[in-house]
């Protein structure tokens, strides 16, 4: 098991590279450019709360999966732009071998499960493919259109991928989305979108979660993640490691729990597990992210607000099966990040391997207790190395 369990690690601590990888698009407060990692988390969320529009076929939760792996092949090919003058050919050849490499670091059923799906999302035939599609293709024309000071030529790019670049099958398959954009860039066509701009003020409020900084640093240490990233990850480590759970959970509930468990912090902000201990603190903290998720999900028309409300409520509860796997979840990941960048809040917050053990190895343990086991004789490691025991 724990050659296994180290296989697993190996793809989810590479798959953090994914943060580095830099966007042509900027985020919605136009303040730096999206990474691929948080742009997959927003694609992820997109799909979700663009089910109602997906045909009855399609399984939204496949789709879901498609777009948390997608773009992993960046680490290795990098980012293209469709503006860009590339050989599209070579590409497409240096993105197959970075998915036979990426992949391949994770057990051999794993990484064939992972490959076929990432070959299906390419060849965009499947139903679930072709939904995971559009919604590739609606989020950076929204987080353009919707972006506080946009640039002028991502104005122009939005409009040439609108008439004959990739975008421009939205008006047969998406046509809300279409026409809607067509709307933001002064051309009304009179087409009835308020299904979608219904739903539009919620993900665009979402962006804001990619300027939530949390206590944890990057692998490699340059810099403090952001929840929506952090989302993004811990989405990967959920799908990954859900055959460690000491319950049977379902795991696309437990991805729907952790795409959506911070989006509170928007309104109420990161609260480190070794930084806010205080009861009291506590208690307030719990307040601020009730009000949160009443104006947040209070977003979305009730009928789709309502059942997300209810599963970010599960997750918070952390009484289901599900819920307990993903809170395992949620606090292992920075453990691994601590591990890899030299202690990171250990070290900012002088934390003992004692206070490991009872801030985060009891929660762990609850859910996936083999993974604990594994991840604390690395722990115990560098807590002796550094005479924190």
């Given at each position: ?31 730096r ?6 742009h ?80 299906e ?70 087409y ?60 696309d ?14 309104d ?18 719990a ?47 920075p ?10 809040s250990?070290?900012?917050?002088d934390?003992?391997l ?26 115990e ?9």
């Amino acid at each position: 098991m724990s050659a296994r369990l180290e296989a697993q690690f190996a793809f989810l601590l590479e798959a953090d590279k994914l943060r580095s990888v830099e966007r042509q698009n900027l985020i919605l407060d136009c303040s730096r450019r999206e990474n691929s990692a948080e742009h997959s988390w927003h694609l992820a969320l997109y799909a979700l709360v663009l089910a109602p529009f997906a045909a009855p076929e399609v399984d939204v939760f496949r789709a879901i999966r498609m777009l948390l792996l997608h773009d992993l092949v960046e680490i290795d090919a990098g980012d293209h732009p469709i503006t860009d003058e590339v050989d599209w050919e070579a590409v497409a050849k240096a993105e197959q071998a970075a998915a036979k490499r990426l992949f391949g670091l994770l057990p051999a059923d794993q990484c064939a499960e992972f490959l076929d799906l990432w070959h299906e999302f390419e060849a965009a035939e499947s139903r679930d493919a072709q939904f995971a599609k559009r919604v590739d293709h609606c989020q950076p024309i929204f987080q353009t259109l919707y972006g506080a000071a946009p640039l002028d030529w991502h104005i122009d790019v939005v409009r040439q991928n609108l008439f004959g670049g990739r975008a421009a099958a939205l008006e047969q398959n998406l046509p809300e989305a279409f026409h809607h954009a067509l709307s933001l860039l002064g051309e009304d066509t009179g087409y009835d979108c308020s299904r979608l701009s219904a739903r539009l003020p919620f993900l665009n409020e979402a962006d804001k979660l990619k300027l939530v900084t949390r206590a944890s640093k990057l692998g490699d240490g340059s810099r403090h993640e952001n929840s929506a990233e952090h989302s993004w990850h811990i989405m990967l480590y959920a799908w990954v490691l859900s055959e460690h759970s000491c319950g049977q959970v379902e795991v696309d509930r437990v991805l729907q729990m952790l795409l959506l468990h911070d989006l509170v912090e928007i309104d109420a902000g990161d609260a480190p597990i070794h930084g806010v201990i205080d009861p009291v603190a506590l208690t307030a903290l719990a307040a601020e992210e009730l009000a949160a998720a009443d104006r947040l999900f209070g977003l979305l028309p009730p009928d789709h607000g309502t059942p997300m409300r209810a599963i970010w409520e599960e997750f918070e509860a952390a009484e289901s099966p599900d819920a307990v796997f993903a809170k395992s979840i949620d606090r292992v990941q920075p453990v691994l990040l601590n591990l890899l960048n030299g202690g990171g809040s250990w070290v900012d917050y002088d934390v003992s391997l004692p206070q490991l053990d009872a801030r985060v190895g009891g929660k762990v343990s609850r859910g996936a207790p083999e993974v604990w086991t594994y991840v604390r004789a690395q722990v115990e490691t560098w807590f002796r190395e550094a005479g924190r025991l």
